[in-house]
């Protein structure tokens, strides 16, 4: 498996991922990345940013995708609990994460967060960010087995409750 900065070509499949990730949620009555969330036009704007990654085997296959980006998250700035690094200095932040459904529980979510943070250690940045649904439990689990620890409530622009975790790096 490797991470690499996606491309155009890479639209069709990575769409295909997330559609099948908003059906799995959906089932799953988490209403997470429904009502058309994360759309075509949102990772478009991801790759053009160069702030969406893919994962590839060796044969090429596009397996999951992420946007990770060094950006301040906005809505990271209120929290209902409080940040390990709350002096605000650069973080790392993993959002829209998703694995093609024939790749799941197979390391390929924890490749992409150890690929993040191997990212934030090269450019000396200590901390990474990311949240979640509160029934999102998969992606709980594997927070805390990464050693993420959880830090407070963050809200979405549309006032969505998240769980908020962070790590230092």
Known sequence: MRLS?????????????????????AYENIDQWQNGY???SIIENDIKNN????VKSIKNMILATAMFSLRKEPTYQKIEGKWINSDDSSYGVVHRMAIS?????????????NSCE??????????????????????QNLLKKLNYNYC????LEDNSKRLAYEKQI
Do not use: W
Not at 9 to 24: F, G, N, P, R, V
Not at 51 to 54: D, L, P, Q, S, T
């Open 51 to 54: 702030e969406c990654f893919v």
């Open 118 to 139: 191997e990212i934030l250690k090269e450019k000396n940045i200590k901390s990474m960010r990311i949240d979640t649904h509160e029934k999102n439990f998969p992606m």
């Open 5 to 25: 900065l996606a491309n155009k070509d890479d639209l069709t499949s990575i769409m295909q991922i997330i559609e099948d990730a908003q059906k799995t949620l």
């Open 101 to 113: 459904k024939l790749q799941l529980r197979k390391g390929v979510a924890k490749f992409i967060l």
């Open 152 to 155: 407070g409530i963050i809200y």
């Open 38 to 40: 994360p759309s075509q």
